[in-house]
């Protein structure tokens, strides 16, 4: 059974630009959610999406925005990049939403020089 | 706000010693989840906890969950060098927060001869 699937894995921007992360749930999973994850912060819930819904919105700028489609693959999109945007970014599937098991991806790494 | 705190933050342990992670959250929920992340890696599901007293074991670590403490333990037993990794506990408060999970800080767990 194929894992969660992010692409891309790395991705160096500059300040201003713009970016598109995706991913690939798990099979039947119709949850998607979406993390930062830094050094300083550690890891922060951005967004979930449930049915091409967003369920839960975490505290973030609304220049971090998301959507899913109806086959369950999500992007999210960063746009106006800043410095302190470069993070791992983690997306996690689960079948259902809240109490099941959220299985991560391998993460997008991304740098904003 | 939900808070999840764990301690130790770093932990150094000698083969074949056990050891204790703490995890202390702030809600009422039922809904506890261990991840452990090797270094450059994703988060790798380890337990979840989805009722008081529930206890689940997987070769040396054991993780259990009393919510009216509001209280999760991660126990190590007779740790090895395998386990080195940074372990993070989360928690979803159910409701309306669907598919949010809240991490704590994360363990970094060091085993050495």
């Known amino acids: 059974k194929a894992g969660v699937t992010q692409t891309p894995r790395y991705l160096i921007k500059t300040r201003g630009q713009q970016v598109t992360l995706s991913c690939s749930p798990i099979s039947g999973h119709r949850s998607v959610s979406w993390y930062q994850q830094t050094p300083g912060q550690g890891l922060q819930f951005l967004f979930e999406y449930f049915s091409e819904t967003q369920r839960n919105k975490g505290n973030f700028p609304g220049r971090f925005s998301g959507r899913q489609f109806s086959n369950s693959r999500s992007e999210m999109n960063v746009s106006t990049l800043e410095l302190g945007d470069s993070a791992l970014y983690l997306c996690?599937?689960?079948?259902?939403?809240?109490?099941?098991?959220?299985?991560f991806g391998q993460g997008t790494r991304l740098t904003v020089v | 706000e939900l808070k999840v705190e764990q301690n130790p933050l770093f932990l150094s342990m000698q083969e074949g010693k056990n050891y204790t992670i703490y995890c202390n959250y702030s809600?009422?929920?039922?809904?506890l989840y261990w991840y452990r992340q090797d270094p450059g890696k994703s988060l790798e599901s380890l337990f979840v906890?989805?009722?008081?007293?529930a206890v689940k074991q997987e070769g040396r670590l054991m993780a259990s969950l009393d919510t009216k403490a509001r209280l999760s333990t991660l126990h190590i037993t007779a740790a090895v060098h395998d386990l080195s990794a940074t372990y993070f506990c989360a928690e979803n408060a159910g409701g309306t927060s669907y598919g949010k999970l809240t991490f704590g800080q994360g363990t970094i767990l060091t085993v050495h001869p």
């Open positions: 996690a599937s689960s079948l259902f939403t809240g109490v099941s098991e959220a299985f």
């Open positions: 809600t009422t929920s039922d809904r």
């Open positions: 906890l989805l009722s008081n007293g």
